[in-house]
């Protein structure tokens, strides 16, 4: 048995006392009470309840007697892979990936509708509720992010401290993408894997650049996890350190843009420095619309680079 406490250095003190066993094959219990119903679908979802403005998200489920995978997909991001179990009433579902602690429940009521509990880590704790719907939708990814500016423009260190500029010669005279992101972020995390994977495969003439909000306030720990990050991925484009990520502060320092709504943003642009488009969140690898995530940006880079080569 190991038992220890995880640590998040850029939260301060903040630490989660946790015990391990080993050879313990279950998550939650060993209970097989039989399952109220099967939550298998696609689920109409909303988180914070109590909030001025609650989050629309989508739920999918998977469910094989009491076992429960799935995940949740938000405007933002979804919450990548979720297992846990269905007892009864009462439905659970968790992920810990190094940066997050999951923790989702919630009463299967008499209706069929579902009302919840979700948790990050010991930090916060929020209400949501669930309804079927196949018909379900969220806002389109293309349209919640807008520029506002004539010109997108930005000069930011990398982790080096080498300045970096919209116009540098790397960048200049081809379609290019700016990806906005953060070493914390898993979606992010599972977006730069996708990119990495596009680049290698298809080695588009496009020009590629990161800028990074991250945790920690203090530069020189910020310049610190994006050199990790980009030798344990091995990126070859650079990552540019644009501030904290901080929403508010990521919008100040990116003020073309009407917002900084999410983490990962990808910044699309044609070889005039022009935007073409802004895609707002990431549908990654455990929802259902990762394949046409892929689909529309391959057809993107596609149309970037056919009207580079006959403009």
Not at 72 to 90: C, H, I, M, P, W
Not at 286 to 305: C, D, G, I, M, R
């Amino acid at each position: 048995m190991l038992e220890g406490y995880w640590y998040v250095p850029s939260r301060g003190q903040y630490q989660i006392h946790f015990v391990a066993k080993h050879g313990q094959n279950y998550r939650f219990t060993t209970l097989q009470k039989p399952p109220a119903t099967d939550l298998t679908g696609k689920w109409e979802v909303t988180f914070g309840l109590e909030d001025t403005i609650p989050e629309p998200a989508i739920g999918y489920f998977e469910q094989d007697g009491n076992h429960l995978t799935g995940t949740f997909e938000t405007e933002s991001g979804d919450y990548r892979f979720l297992e846990g179990t269905v007892q009864a009433n009462k439905m659970y579902l968790s992920s810990f990936d190094g940066a997050h602690m999951f923790l989702f429940e919630a009463l299967i009521n008499p209706d069929g509708t579902l009302s919840g509990v979700f948790r990050n880590g010991i930090h916060y704790i929020t209400s949501w509720s669930g309804r079927r719907n196949e018909e379900a939708t969220l806002r389109d990814p293309n349209l919640i992010t807008t520029f506002s500016g004539e010109k997108f423009e930005f000069s930011f260190p990398d982790e080096n401290g080498r300045l970096m500029t919209s116009d540098d010669a790397t960048l200049t005279g081809r379609p290019k993408i700016v990806q906005i992101l953060g070493t914390w972020c898993p979606n992010c995390l599972d977006e730069t894997q996708f990119l990495l994977d596009y680049f290698e495969r298809e080695n588009p003439d496009i020009g590629l650049v990161g800028l990074a909000f991250e945790l920690h306030s203090d530069p020189i720990l910020a310049s610190q996890a994006i050199a990790r990050y980009r030798q344990k991925l091995d990126i070859p484009y650079p990552i540019l350190l644009a501030g904290v990520s901080d929403k508010n502060e990521a919008s100040k320092q990116l003020p073309m843009l009407d917002t900084v709504f999410a983490y990962p943003t990808l910044i699309f642009f044609d070889s005039e420095n022009q935007v073409k488009k802004i895609y707002t969140g990431f549908s990654g690898p455990a929802t259902p619309n990762y394949q046409s995530f892929k689909e529309e940006f391959h057809k993107t880079v596609a149309k970037l680079l056919y009207d580079a080569e006959n403009q």
